[in-house]
């Protein structure tokens, strides 16, 4: 952890302080966080209240925050752990698989007034909907977010040479399921 990254963190977990310091947090955080969220959730607004459950979970447990990893990643894996629980309990309540969520929220991304895809766009996230979850997160992180593999194996808990097998594998999918459009 870097040197503002350690006085953040101690202001956050600073009774006087922490308000003014998770206004800072936000304002460094929400863009990033929210597109992670995005990323997984595809629509605005599950992406919004997924969003704020990670920053109210951030809040609540950033006194047991140990500093053995970048905050950043500490807080990417919440906002990641949410979106998958939110699509799994989703697929829950409706009494349907995973997959079959994917592919319904696939078939809403084109009536999403919030997605700004073109049909390129829109076939590359049909795609991704087609991968396993591990290479779709992988994937959405390299490619969408730019993370470097030891960002994202932080974020993960996966090695980085495995990191990079997912990858590969998920471009090739992605290449096939392109192809074969």
């Not at 304002?27 to 209240?49: F, G, M, T």
């Not at 752990?81 to 989703?90: D, G, H, K, Q």
Request: glycine letters at 2%; proline letters at 1%.
């Amino acid at each position: 952890m870097n040197s503002s990254e350690e006085k953040l963190v101690l202001r956050l977990q600073d009774p006087e302080s922490r308000d003014t310091a998770f206004r800072e947090l936000l304002e460094l955080y929400q863009e990033r966080l929210y597109w992670q969220c995005r990323n997984i959730v595809k629509n605005h607004e599950d992406a919004d209240d997924v969003l704020q459950n990670t920053f109210i979970k951030i809040f609540r447990n950033i006194g047991k925050f140990k500093g053995e990893s970048q905050l950043f990643s500490w807080m990417y894996r919440i906002a990641t752990n949410e979106a998958i629980t939110f699509l799994n309990n989703r697929a829950k309540k409706q009494k349907i698989s995973s997959d079959e969520l994917q592919q319904q929220i696939i078939d809403n991304l084109e009536n999403d007034v919030y997605f700004e895809g073109d049909e390129i766009q829109l076939k590359l996230q049909k795609a991704i909907a087609t991968l396993p979850e591990k290479q779709q997160q992988v994937f959405n992180m390299k490619y969408f977010q730019e993370l470097k593999y030891k960002e994202i194996s932080d974020i993960l808990g996966t090695s980085e040479g495995a990191l990079k097998a997912s990858y590969h594998h998920a471009t090739k999918k992605i290449e096939e399921f392109l192809k074969n459009l």
